[in-house]
């Protein structure tokens, strides 16, 4: 069997609805996820594991409960569902899905917490900080500075309170985490969040929290206590992140841990950098159920969408949530009143999205001009006309290419093919999806400069009058064929749909446990085979008009 691969999303918070944020980074895994599974060659996942889910103890939770009338937990199970569905509407393939008070979670945190208490790496101290007795939540010594030691609301002092609370012996861990990071430079990625990482961590770690305090306000009796002392919970970012460990921790999913890559936003690097990996490191050091436990591989934190060149708001109305990408998805900007689909939105998420760069711009003018580029024109439009050739000039059946004639004219078709699929490759490695995904777009690109160079409708013309003429059309439209043939196998992670249905009309859907290297050899096992059947079929992705506007999404 491959190499087990592991690929988490962050949980998301329950008590929000979906929107672009927490559905760029699930899709984004998703694309990554079945490319692992294409480069293994497992046609239904086997040895990819991909995981998403929500993180349901936060304090809100039972606040807003309570406001609408539910349980804390029927709470959960609604809002857990929208995420689910928001999940499934975006075509993601993850094997699990986590909810953190499932008991499958709830039951393991405290073996985790037991075993770090026993070896001292989570010890009771006290907690001093300044306490809102309004509010009833302490407030942070920089931002109660700012108050001038006045509770927000009432203006009430604050009080210096001190209780008992579990630390963890973070500041320990400074001198590993910095040798680890140096030494593996993959580990926090981008570089550029490698670097943030470790300024912050030459500064020093202190101790951390880990607990809260159980007292009679219901909202402090959400959450899992901590194993002897229920006087105290797990703080919620603890709880949460051990979803990572919970998940696989059975005997037939231990094989995937070490997690290959923690996919999240740059927001919550620290936790996932410096946190988790301490609690990992300390976690294996407490006794020999843990040995198991290693570092992840690689912690992955993206930059975020901005939205029409400003941060995303309800009140400037440039919000975009779950609903707003469906009704991208269902937009049909053209006379004919074919939708863009679902596809499209995936391949504009995660070609334009801010995975290794800075923070990106999700804009309605930018959106057209890449599903026009990319897909209307650019492989939509190609894979129609090369069927359409194929049915005209062949009766919709391929022709026997003649041998050698892969090179010709300025293009080498093999080594083209390979270049595609060697960029797409390097990319994967540096979980450069953009890089990825430009390669079947340069390849299609490759395919319209050979048809323009070649004009087959003009030799399509001469072949009642030049004996060579049908062999040369031939090998044209199977040079054609066959490169788009790959460039839909490069796209088919992004664009599992639109693909698949360019597949069905070619007949070459790939056979399950093929692999993306195999998949992509120009004339190899899997190639195009003359005498098969090649359809027209329905065009893949109509052209956008660009000025028409995007109608009826909620949250305009
Ligand atoms: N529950 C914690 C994560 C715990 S993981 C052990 C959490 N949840 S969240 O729902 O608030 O956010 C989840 C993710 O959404 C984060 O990775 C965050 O970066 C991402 N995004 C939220 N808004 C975003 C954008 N505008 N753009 C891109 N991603 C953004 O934090």
Known sequence: MADPYYLTTPIYYVNDRPHIGHCYTTTVADVMARFQRLVRGQGA????????GTDEHADKVVTSATAKGHTPQDWCDRNAQA?????????????????????????????????LIKSGEIYKGEFTGWYDESAEEYVPEAAAREQQYKAKITGRPLLKRTEPCYFFRLSKYQQVLLDHITANPGFIQPDSRRQEVLGRLRQGLNDVPVSR????????????????????????????LFNYLTVVDTPQRRRFWPADVHLIGKDILWFHAVIW?????ALQKSGPDFGWVGLPRCVFGHGWWVSEGQKMSKTLGNFIDLEKLEAYAKWAPNKEKIPVGLDAVRWYLVTQGPLSGGDADFSHAKF???????LANGIGNCASRVGNMVEKYFGGVLPAQAPGSEVGDGFE????????????AAGLEKFDLAAVLGAPVELIRHVDQYINATSPFKVAKTVETDPGAKERLAAILCNCAESVRVASVLASPAMPSKMGQLWKTWNCEP?????LADLCVFGGRHSLRAGQGIAKGEILFQRANAGDPLPGAAGD
Not at 413 to 423: F, G, I, Q
Not at 511 to 515: D, E, F, H, Q, V
Request: aromatic letters at 14%.
């Open 213 to 240: 305090p159980v007292t009679d306000d219901p909202a402090t009796q959400w959450g899992i206590r901590v194993p002897g002392d229920p006087a105290h919970r797990v703080y919620v970012w603890i709880d949460a």
């Open 413 to 424: 078709w093999p080594s083209l093919v390979r270049a595609a699929w060697e960029k797409a």
């Open 45 to 52: 996942g086997g040895d990819v594991f991909f995981l998403t």
């Open 511 to 515: 056979p399950a446990g093929a692999t």
């Open 368 to 374: 057209v001009e890449v599903y026009n580029a990319d």
């Open 277 to 281: 990996p301490a609690l990992l490191l």
């Open 83 to 115: 995420f689910r569905e928001a999940f499934a509407f975006m075509g993601v393939s993850n094997d699990d899905f986590i909810r953190t008070t499932e008991a499958r979670h709830k039951d393991r945190v405290p073996v985790y917490i037991e075993g």
